[in-house]
């Protein structure tokens, strides 16, 4: 091995171990310090984006030991040592994909949908299948320029890497940071083009595809730490379930008041907004006198709401009607709480939710759904 390859190995390893001791180290002091927010009343619900981020680069610190290591002693041409890196990359896609679940801005068809995840994860398990088999018997086979065995562990890093700049893109737009969005799409990027010369034996040069790597893993490293540094602040004006409270006066007309931003007994009128009105009424009435199986709302999918942008809409008009200032300004996740499939619900507490009886009985006569049957009749 030349003193290139050692330096850069040795690079990854600290770079990724610091990294990840990191991430660990603020996973866990964001546990202690926000339990309360972490963990539903009623149903745990803990986030381990931050935790799988951080074993995805003890992944890394593993491989560049392996490379380190094993590249000396038994060849980097060798089948047991490119098996070995491609066994870590799968492995590192997969917890990856298992922090993407927790992104709130991933694609719905990945965020919180345990099925879905389940199907991908299996089809990450027949890639490194394909790959062991392809590895063992068809080692060193290039077609048309291409490294057989690579191709399997390519493609599955294109789709990866996909989810990963829609999720931090949307992340980091969402959370008012534009530019560290665009810096995100072209560090992905660059991950992944990282990864072209082990497919197309024409693009062998190591000192650009050392640089490459070691300047993009870095860079989406300080990209992790920015991301839960995003998380922190907004776990901090996250405001608390005991401290809200929702009245639905009238048709149209709400009184909302979240004491923590400063927002007390406001009257919000819809006026002519009557379907973003009567939604908020439907989780209001399934969370104030529903079972705990009826609180929830199926959001798409064929549920009684078509779509998440119906939930978007009713805490976009709040803020525009109620015309808050930045720091003012509720988001979804202060409302809504996402329990997983398709499924909301209120995150208010029942007894914080007060409907006027007239209300209440006019709404639950001209509604249709199974679900309101046994609601107040």
Sequence with gaps: ???LSQFYYLAHIFISLIGGVLLLAIYYNIR???RNILVEEDQPRVDYGLLYLSCALFVWVLAGTWSLLMSGSIGASSIIFQLGIYVFSIVNNM????????FHDAPSFVYKNQQNVRIIIGLILVVS????????????????????MALPDAMLSAFLSYLLVVSLYRTFVHRGLVSVALISVIVVVLIFTSQLPEVFVSMDFILGD??????????LIFLFLVLATTWVIQLANTP????????FVDWSLI?????SKNINDLMVDFGSKTTQYKNLLKFGTRRKLGSYEQQCILVGNGGEIRN????TRIIDNINEIAGFELEQRIERKDLFTFIGEGQYRLRILPEHINIEDALLKEFLAGVEHKDYLSLGR
């Design 95 to 102: 917890f990856l994909l298992l922090a993407i679940y927790y």
């Design 1 to 3: 091995m030349n003193a």
């Design 240 to 247: 608390k379930q005991n401290e809200m409270q929702l009245t």
């Design 129 to 148: 299948l394909i790959t062991i088999i392809i590895t063992w018997f068809y080692a060193d086979t290039i077609v048309y320029g291409l490294n057989v």
């Design 308 to 311: 998440q942008t119906y939930i």
């Design 210 to 219: 050392h640089l490459i790597k070691l300047i993009a893993k870095t860079s």
């Design 32 to 34: 202690l310090r926000f």
């Design 255 to 259: 009184k909302l008041s979240i004491p």
